[in-house]
């Protein structure tokens, strides 16, 4: 399962956390028309637990509220404007876009 972090996004004390090394949000946020996703997005700071919403992502691929993970199998070719907020138990939020690309191979 593939992690991406996005820590220049934050409100207040909620961060979405920086990538390992190897995982640059591009190529984690890179599929191919039918191919399997399992993303998780690492949220920090604030107080858990935290949930998360997404808006446009591609046709196919779902944010679990509860674990921030997007999963699925992309039905549309083309780049997305995905918008992810993550929301703490005091109801502090935090949003993060960032382009999603499905390609046919």
Known sequence: MGEIGLISWKHEQ???RKPAEDSSPDR???SK??????LTLRVSGGSGPYS???RSLPAGLFLNPLSCVVS???WGVGTFAVEVTAT??????T?????????WF
Do not use: H, M, Y
């Not at 028309?33 to 399992?38: K, L, M």
């Open 88 to 93: 703490d138990s005091s109801g502090a939020k």
């Open 95 to 103: 949003t993060a876009s960032f382009p999603w690309t499905v390609s």
């Open 52 to 54: 998360c919403a997404g």
């Open 14 to 16: 909620i961060t979405f």
């Open 33 to 38: 028309f039918n191919q399997q996703v399992d």
């Open 28 to 30: 984690l946020t890179r």
């Open 72 to 74: 699925g199998r992309a």
